[in-house]
């Protein structure tokens, strides 16, 4: 069952400081993707930076107002909340960042950044206090973590400490934007199996945000590949991996490390750089640096269609 529906949604952002309208440009960050999130899956969305993956993120949890299309949360359209309703849905979408000492204020005691969701909500002290210590133990920290502050702890600590936060309203989606980027890749195994066990014991859904393939293929159950505001491959985790259908995806594995010595893929090299997002390619945005492009890419938009096991939009898909 589909826990968010994101239909035809696009985020546009106007820049510059001219005060008409030639003057200013469009970024177009995303740009009408569509997609549906099960309940207790963990999407993966993956591309090189800047192909909107943090906008498309902020937009499914309301922390960003959309341009163009829905989000539908439970079925229940977003845009449309307000008042009680809109808190009381705001409380089953979380958010988690990059960096956790941006989100940590560092001014306040570890227990009450993890309790200040709960006061908000008009929780009583005892109460809260009894649940931000339960949370904090639950993920990993020890019992006199309360009482200190962010800059006491590591930077894989502080992210635990992000988490707790996070599941202080018990939410059921939660959107993580590169959580484990700003960490020592030692560390990183550590929290991503932090979020794997505490999916399964608060029954979560996850949208895994990453520019890495490597972090999102062992936490996703489903990946999206996005490029320059779209998605342009959405398949599950290992069928993405041993068949990546669309020729951006194909290009973005080859330049991971080998995962697999047996994997006699070659290496395929983009020609260019990803496009500005203010002048995007007509027809296929990837045509330009597409090794396989044909003269309807330069024309027609391909969409997201079902080939196989996997969504991919590409006129010629492979497999
Ligand atoms: P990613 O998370 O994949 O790196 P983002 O969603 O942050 O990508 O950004 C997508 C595009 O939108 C980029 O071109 C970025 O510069 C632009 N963008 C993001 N936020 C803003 C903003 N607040 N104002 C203007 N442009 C923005
Ligand atoms: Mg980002």
Redesign the pocket.
Known sequence: MSILSVRNLS?N???GSGLTRRSRDV????EDVSLEIREGETLGIV????????????MLVRLEPITAGEVLFEGVDLSQLGGRTLRKTRKRLQMIFQDPYASLNPRRQIGLIVEEPLRVHGMKKAERKQIASDLLRRVGLDENAYEKYPHEFSGGQRQRVVIARALALSPKLVVA??PVSALDVSIQAQVLNLFKELQKEFGLTYVF?A?DLGVVRHVSDRIAV?YL?KVVELAPADELYANPAHPYTQALLSANPRMDKDDKRERIILKGDIP??INRPSGCVFNPRCPIAQDICRTEVPKLHQVGLREVACHFPTA
């Not at 970024?27 to 995303?30: D, L, S, T, W």
């Open positions: 985020k952002y106007t820049i970024v177009h960050a995303v591309g090189e930076s800047g192909c909107g993956k943090s906008t498309l993120g902020r934007d590169e945000i520019h996005m505001g500005n997002p």
